[in-house]
C-alpha cells in the first residue's frame, strides 16, 4: 500500500508558478502510475496530469497543456507538478493520486490511493 502526502500549495499571482510534490511512503512506489487531479469549490474533481510509473508515458488535460508539467522521482517515491502561468480561476484543492498497474489514468474512480490534497489559491 502507498500512503500520499501533497505540498507546494499556496497564494499565486497570475502568471506566476509553483511546483507541488507528493511524498509517497511504501516500497512500491515504482510500481504504482500517478495523477494530479484538482477540485474547485463547487465543482466537481477533474483530471490535471498523470504519468505511467516508468516516466514514459505522461498525459495532460487540454486546459494545462504547455503550462503545467508532471514527473516523477522513484529514488525519492516523489511525483511533482510544475505549474507555470497560473490563472486565477484554477483555484482549487490539488490531489495527487496512485494507481497501482501500468499505462495512464485520467478518471478519478480508478484510482484508489488519494492524498489530503493542498490549497492552490490563484490572485488577478
Known amino acids: 500500500q502507498v500512503q500520499l502526502v501533497e505540498s507546494g500549495g499556496g497564494l499565486v499571482q497570475a502568471g506566476g508558478s509553483l511546483r507541488l510534490s507528493c511524498a509517497a511512503s511504501g516500497r512500491t512506489f515504482s510500481s504504482y502510475a500517478m495523477g494530479w487531479f484538482r477540485q474547485a469549490p463547487g465543482k466537481e474533481r477533474e483530471f490535471v496530469a498523470a504519468?505511467?510509473?516508468?516516466?514514459?508515458?505522461?498525459r495532460y488535460a487540454d486546459s494545462v497543456k504547455g503550462r503545467f508539467t508532471i514527473s516523477r522521482d522513484n529514488a525519492k517515491n516523489t511525483v511533482y507538478l510544475q505549474m507555470n502561468s497560473l490563472k486565477p480561476e484554477e483555484t482549487a484543492v490539488f490531489y495527487c493520486?496512485?494507481?497501482?498497474?501500468?499505462?495512464?489514468?485520467?478518471?478519478?474512480?480508478?484510482?484508489?490511493?488519494w492524498g489530503q490534497g493542498t490549497q492552490v489559491t490563484g490572485s488577478s
Open positions: 504519468i505511467s510509473w516508468s516516466s514514459g508515458s505522461t
Open positions: 493520486a496512485a494507481y497501482h498497474g501500468l499505462g495512464i489514468r485520467t478518471v478519478v474512480t480508478e484510482y484508489n490511493r
